[in-house]
Nanobody, 122 residues
Framework: QVKLVESGGGLVQPGGSLRLSCAAS????????MGWYRQAPGKQRELVAV???????NYGDSVKGRFTISRDNAKNTVYLQMNSLKPEDTAVYYC????????????????WGQGTQVTVSS
């Protein structure tokens, strides 16, 4: 019911910046939380940042002070501004939509994007 399309990944040098975008489309009424997770080779998927429809945000400890999440509820789009990138930020970044309400009464759903590669290397 919900498709998440990510964009903005790529190769950047240490200390550089990237901006990721994720747009949700499909058949739904509302999305409570939209956010980003990442998974590096050999590691578990971890929270990067999440934003609720009411404006609350939460960040993973490793990105606090460097990354900023923002959300445009009217466009069902979430952004991740990544500054001061480090090699350890290299991972596949996945967009997540959580507590999504649809026409299935009484149920909430979660959806994932296909992922976008971010590589930080000189």
């Amino acid at each position: 019911q919900v498709k998440l399309v990510e964009s903005g990944g790529g190769l950047v040098q240490p200390g550089g910046s990237l901006r990721l975008s994720c747009a949700a489309s499909g058949s739904f009424f509302s999305i409570y939380a939209m956010g980003w997770y990442r998974q590096a080779p050999g590691k578990q998927r971890e929270l990067v940042a999440v934003a609720t429809s009411g404006g609350l945000t939460n960040y993973g400890d490793s990105v606090k002070g460097r990354f900023t999440i923002s959300r445009d509820n009217a466009k069902n789009t979430v952004y991740l501004q990544m500054n001061s990138l480090k090699p350890e930020d290299t991972a596949v970044y996945y967009c997540n939509a959580d507590r999504v309400s649809t026409d299935v009464a009484g149920e909430l759903f979660a959806f994932w994007g296909q992922g976008t590669q971010v590589t930080v290397s000189s």
